[in-house]
């Protein structure tokens, strides 16, 4: 089908996969160098009050939403049981029907208050795409991307606990078709997340304050292709390390700041550019080789391999490492605001905005919402908004009980 290359290249553009690539096109194209995945929406952030903080959550308190940002938070949890909704219209500046949609939940088992399971579902909307067949017919495709994971997490002391997690993976960017030599298909694959988080409380001066720091390793898993194997993408692997310190400003009143850093355990695709013989030209022999080997490295070989295949070195190795900084106020849990900064490599996307946010919780529900601001003003991503709802079950028997 001669118009299937050019929706699938429009679904992509519509996910934020190619527009970073376009923005930079004509300023660093000679080290602009992005690394490659399929499923790239496994990497938005899914609820509000992570958002807000520049998008992080590795090591902050334990929320309805930890199972996207450090699972084995849950075991730390505070209510036996919650379960949030959040919603993100996505690229609110190109178009006005892809959204992103995750709902999450956990429940605390055993008779000790250490172990929890956890489950979540995200659904991403690519909107309507209109095709063309080679006919002259016109139709129209709905694209989407979901994922629904199971978790598990469990306090290995009384300040350090971890977390697994299990997750089925459905990508459809294409739609079937009686085309001579159309191998299209929706892709599937699995993957697994393992997370740590340790949570101590030092005092200083005469207060009594909150440390924690944590890690979550996240979809370990399979590659996925939409061709029948053919051209297999890397899911988007993750290590995100975080810290997070919480301190009283007065009665009611406390203040946490935090720092997350983000590498894709994922190898970098070889530009042609960068293999160039003795002549001064480029090699097309030696960069078809290293091509090659790209895309039959396995998944797990690949996680290593991103920590030193990089064409510019340490340098450029640097350059892969994203970072979030964010703060969160709080008055006596109830009333919150929140500010962060998430800052990505020109070389490598330029994603970089501030994010901003409040919430407001009750006995039994809680609502979040956060807004970002991009620094560049044609960023796609600018003036994005979240909302989570999500809905407390300690509370909820404390109101049923009472009646």
């Not at 209109?130 to 306090?155: F, H, Q, W």
């Not at 990508?171 to 929706?186: E, F, R, W």
């Given at each position: 089908m001669a118009?299937r290359?050019?929706?699938?290249?429009?679904a992509?553009?519509?996910?934020?996969?190619?527009s970073?690539?376009?923005?930079?096109?004509?300023?660093i194209?000679?080290?602009?160098?992005?690394?490659?995945?399929?499923?790239?929406?496994?990497?938005i952030a899914?609820?509000a009050?992570?958002?807000?903080?520049?998008d992080?959550?590795a090591?902050?308190?334990?929320?309805?939403?930890s199972?996207?940002?450090?699972?084995?938070k849950?075991?730390?949890?505070?209510?036996?049981?919650s379960?949030?909704?959040?919603?993100?219209p996505?690229?609110?500046?190109l178009?006005?029907?892809?959204?992103l949609?995750?709902?999450?939940?956990?429940w605390?088992?055993?008779?000790?208050?250490?172990?929890?399971?956890?489950?979540s579902?995200?659904?991403f909307?690519?909107?309507?795409?209109?095709?063309?067949?080679?006919?002259?017919?016109?139709s129209?495709?709905?694209p989407?991307?979901?994922?629904?994971?199971?978790?598990?997490?469990?306090?290995?002391s009384?300040?350090?606990s971890?977390?697994?997690?299990?997750?089925?993976i459905?990508?459809?960017?294409?739609?079937?078709t009686?085309?001579?030599?159309?191998n299209s298909?929706?892709?599937s694959?699995?993957?697994?997340?393992?997370?740590?988080?340790y949570?101590?409380?030092?005092?200083?001066?005469?207060n009594?304050?909150?440390w924690s720091w944590?890690?979550?390793?996240?979809?370990?898993g399979?590659?996925?292709?939409?061709?029948?194997?053919?051209?297999?993408?890397?899911?988007?692997?993750?290590?995100?390390?975080?810290?997070?310190?919480?301190?009283?400003l007065?009665?009611?009143?406390?203040?946490?700041?935090?720092?997350?850093?983000?590498?894709l355990?994922?190898?970098t695709?070889?530009?042609?550019?960068?293999?160039?013989?003795?002549d001064?030209q480029?090699d097309q022999?030696?960069?078809?080789?290293?091509?090659?080997?790209?895309?039959?490295m396995?998944?797990?070989?690949?996680?290593?391999?991103?920590?030193?295949?990089?064409p510019?070195?340490?340098?450029e190795?640097?350059?892969?490492?994203?970072y979030?900084?964010?703060?969160?106020y709080?008055?006596?849990?109830?009333f919150?605001?929140?500010?962060?900064?998430?800052?990505?490599?020109?070389?490598?996307?330029n994603?970089q905005?501030?994010?901003?946010?409040?919430?407001f919780?009750l006995?039994v529900?809680r609502?979040?919402?956060?807004?970002?601001?991009?620094t560049?003003?044609?960023s796609?991503?600018?003036q994005?908004l979240r909302?989570?709802l999500?809905?407390?079950?300690?509370g909820?028997?404390?109101?049923f009980?009472?009646?």
């Amino acid at each position: 089908m001669a118009n299937r290359g050019q929706a699938l290249a429009a679904a992509a553009i519509i996910a934020g996969v190619c527009s970073p690539a376009l923005y930079a096109a004509d300023n660093i194209k000679n080290e602009f160098n992005p690394i490659q995945t399929g499923v790239t929406s496994l990497s938005i952030a899914p609820d509000a009050r992570g958002a807000a903080m520049g998008d992080l959550g590795a090591a902050t308190d334990p929320d309805v939403n930890s199972q996207y940002w450090n699972p084995s938070k849950y075991a730390f949890a505070y209510s036996q049981g919650s379960i949030g909704l959040s919603y993100t219209p996505w690229l609110r500046k190109l178009v006005n029907d892809i959204f992103l949609a995750d709902l999450a939940g956990y429940w605390k088992i055993g008779s000790q208050d250490n172990q929890a399971l956890s489950a979540s579902l995200r659904y991403f909307s690519l909107g309507e795409v209109n095709t063309t067949d080679v006919a002259g017919v016109n139709s129209s495709i709905n694209p989407y991307e979901m994922a629904l994971d199971l978790g598990y997490s469990r306090k290995l002391s009384e300040k350090f606990s971890m977390g697994v997690v299990f997750r089925y993976i459905y990508s459809d960017l294409a739609y079937n078709t009686s085309d001579v030599g159309d191998n299209s298909t929706g892709a599937s694959a699995f993957a697994a997340d393992i997370s740590g988080y340790y949570t101590t409380y030092p005092i200083i001066g005469q207060n009594e304050c909150q440390w924690s720091w944590g890690f979550n390793v996240s979809n370990i898993g399979s590659k996925v292709a939409y061709d029948n194997g053919n051209n297999p993408a890397f899911l988007p692997t993750n290590l995100r390390l975080g810290t997070t310190f919480m301190f009283p400003l007065a009665d009611y009143h406390t203040l946490a700041l935090s720092l997350d850093l983000n590498k894709l355990l994922v190898p970098t695709r070889p530009r042609q550019q960068d293999y160039i013989n003795a002549d001064g030209q480029e090699d097309q022999e030696a960069y078809q080789k290293a091509l090659d080997d790209w895309k039959d490295m396995s998944p797990i070989s690949g996680i290593f391999k991103s920590f030193s295949d990089a064409p510019g070195g340490t340098k450029e190795e640097i350059r892969e490492i994203n970072y979030s900084i964010g703060a969160e106020y709080s008055y006596n849990q109830q009333f919150f605001l929140r500010a962060g900064y998430y800052h990505e490599s020109e070389f490598k996307g330029n994603r970089q905005y501030f994010g901003f946010g409040a919430g407001f919780s009750l006995n039994v529900v809680r609502l979040d919402a956060s807004y970002m601001l991009a620094t560049a003003q044609t960023s796609p991503l600018d003036q994005t908004l979240r909302f989570t709802l999500s809905f407390d079950m300690d509370g909820l028997k404390s109101l049923f009980g009472k009646r």
